[in-house]
């Protein structure tokens, strides 16, 4: 019986296993499997068909809102409405809430920023030229086709919004450089562009801006002594704030800045009408605990003979048609009346000794003269700046007339475009070009070695005045179409090549039959548009050779 019960022993142990329970036998196995898979592949299927319903409703949550509002309501509604879930939160119906009160809800400030309520204050004016209506295009046939209600907001925008201001010094500290940037030339994004080919563009149907945070707060309390709609970040790229030290001293900082936002100039029941200037420069002195601010000024550049883009909508959606045009804004300024000075002066004990409530004649300030220990040209600054803004200007873009000296002295070939709005600053003209094979390092290299740079608008070649410079202006504008055109000119004006933009995004348009053939890994990665850019520029250093064995 012993032995029986040792023979079992070893055949019990298999079926139930070393901890004496039972080893799962095949079926189990395949049981589970199949669990598995089931929750593997429901689990997607889960989520399509939420995701199906949340479209399903949001669309009958659509369909009820134009019933409800019609399409020019529901175009006023979508322009709140910014997370586009058809639901307007608080925050979102703020704009409104303002409109119908007339009373401004408290901005966020930086949590570590708080005034000085003893603190000196800095006293501003607002000076403005409105545009030159006869500047934009479309004035040309008397604003045919333009209705008068898309035009309201810019017609009536002829004076600053609030004249004059007064700000606490110590709100200025957004100015400081950050830690790791206190030297000389440095340069640094005080409010980051949020823009990449992944977000693409921000929205054209919107009345009013969103809610400014952090120190988008004092940027926009400065925009807002022009216009009670500025939008710090622009629709389009270039976006945001950049800063540069120009000079410093022991106590002191010169800072440089320039600013691309734009305005929404009107109400309702008019469409959107976008008012971009190509940008805003500007500098401020200012002591480097902020307690001080010596100077300010804040502009938009006049010194071309157009600076401003302006887009409007024709339709109650985001894909409604657009009118573009451009014009001249004479001037648009901020600037200081004076140093920051204190409200309350105490003698050296602490008593009060004046102050700006007791009435009486104001106490004259002597301040120090600042002696820079260490300062770059304004001019170098600038174009730090700009290069921030615009990788393509690593290579220097001269005026029209320096360029061609400049190839003659280098025996070089100018590389010039020529375009209906600016190619380095807000507008939409040049914006595809200097966002893509501009900037690309292969086309910059060959620019660096082979050409001098250069870009005109149109119409400051067409009043080209300088007899020698006119008719290099008249060769160009031969072989010019809208909107922009790339040459290839000999130093004496000579056009060897040309191409113009929309020619050439269609060539480098991608298709699929000519995947395998663009990309390799052979050599440098190329995409279709520098390697046809490359090749533009070839052909023109060739055709020159033509030219000069005549």
Aim: glycine letters at 6%.
């Amino acid at each position: 019986m012993a032995a029986d019960v040792d023979k079992r022993t070893p055949e019990r142990e298999r079926r139930n296993g070393h901890n004496g329970q039972k080893s799962p036998g095949p079926g189990s196995w395949f049981r589970r499997g199949m669990w598995t898979l089931l929750v593997v592949c429901g689990v997607p299927l889960v989520a399509l068909g939420i995701k199906h319903y949340q479209d399903s409703q949001l669309l009958k949550r659509h369909e009820e809102a134009v019933r409800a509002l019609g399409t020019e309501g529901l175009f006023l509604f979508s322009s709140l409405d910014t997370d586009h879930d058809l639901h307007l939160s608080p925050e979102e119906f703020k704009p409104i809430a303002e409109k119908l009160t007339g009373i401004s809800a408290p901005v966020d400030v930086e949590e570590d920023v708080a005034d000085d309520p003893n603190g000196e204050t800095l006293v501003l004016e607002a000076k403005m030229q409105p545009l030159l209506l006869d500047s934009m295009t479309k004035s040309r046939d008397g604003f045919l086709g333009v209705s008068h209600s898309s035009l309201s907001g810019l017609r009536s925008w002829t004076s600053p919004a609030v004249p004059s201001s007064s700000f606490p010094a110590s709100q200025f500290r957004v100015f400081l450089p950050p830690k790791g940037r206190g030297e000389v030339g440095d340069t640094w994004w005080l409010i980051p562009s949020e823009l990449n080919i992944f977000t693409g563009y921000l929205p054209n149907n919107r009345y009013h801006p969103p809610t400014p945070r952090g120190k988008e707060v004092l940027i926009h309390s400065l925009l807002s002594m022009f216009h009670p709609r500025p939008f710090i970040k622009s629709r389009f790229a270039p976006q945001g704030t950049v800063a540069c030290i120009r000079a410093k001293s022991d106590f002191y900082y010169d800072v440089v800045f320039r600013i691309h936002a734009e305005f929404q100039l009107n109400d309702v029941p008019n469409f959107p009408f976008w008012f971009t200037p190509g940008q805003f420069t500007g500098n401020i002195v200012l002591s480097k605990d902020a307690s001080h601010v010596r100077h300010f000024r804040l502009h938009v550049p006049s010194n071309r003979s157009l600076n401003v883009d302006m887009e409007w909508l024709y339709g109650a959606s985001e894909s409604s048609n657009m009118e573009v045009d451009i014009g001249y804004l004479p001037q648009l300024e901020l600037q200081s009346t004076g140093p920051s000075t204190p409200s309350v002066i105490v003698d050296e004990e602490g008593n009060v000794i004046d102050s700006r409530h007791g009435g009486g004649e104001p106490i004259q300030f002597v301040f120090e003269e600042i002696h820079w220990t260490s300062e770059i040209s304004e001019e170098e600054a600038l174009r730090r700046l700009e290069v921030t803004f615009y990788p393509f200007k690593k290579v220097p873009y001269l005026p029209f007339a320096e360029a061609f000296e400049r190839a003659a002295a280098e025996k070089k070939l100018v590389h010039s475009i020529l375009l209906w709005g600016a190619l380095d600053d807000q507008s939409w003209s040049g914006r595809t070009l200097r966002e893509t094979v501009l900037e690309s390092s292969p086309v910059l290299a060959l620019l660096n070695q082979s050409f001098v740079s250069s870009w005109s608008l149109v119409r400051e070649l067409e009043n080209m005045q300088n007899p020698a410079l006119s008719e290099k202006a008249r060769l160009h504008l031969e072989k010019y179409s809208f909107p922009v055109e790339m040459l290839v000119a000999l130093p004496n004006g000579t056009i060897v090549h040309h191409i113009n933009a929309n020619y050439f995004l269609d060539q480098t348009a991608m298709k699929p039959e000519d995947e395998g053939a663009t990309f390799s890994f052979s050599g440098a990665f190329e995409d279709p548009s520098t390697s046809t850019y490359i090749s533009f520029l070839k052909e023109g250093l060739e055709k020159a050779k033509d030219y000069v064995s005549q």
